[in-house]
């Protein structure tokens, strides 16, 4: 599951964009594991609040969910950072071990 939550921010009234800083989030959201879905609606929450960007910089997140088969997978936690670094995202949350 792969999902791109986009802020369209300025930075501030009239001024131009200075790019885009891409953050991953790789938690569990779906199965039986799906605890990280708490987790994903705080970050989803801040990068809301900052609407209009920092410093200029536009906020893109994209949401990788690590379950596989209803609970979180090793292999696919390391198929996911591997699509972030091609991505290009500057910075990763998670990814969150079951209890």
Known sequence: ???LIG???LGGEGVPSKG???IAVDLPVSG???GGKTALNGVQFA????ANGIDGWNLALDVYD???QG????DAGVEDIRTMVSRGDLGMIGPVRPR
Request: overall charge positive; glycine content about 4%; some cysteine.
């Open 66 to 68: 690590d379950t596989r």
């Open 20 to 22: 885009t800083i891409r």
């Open 32 to 34: 039986s594991d799906g």
């Open 47 to 50: 990068v809301q609040r900052a």
């Open 7 to 9: 802020c369209s921010m």
């Open 1 to 3: 599951m792969f999902a």
């Open 71 to 74: 609970a979180s997978n090793a």
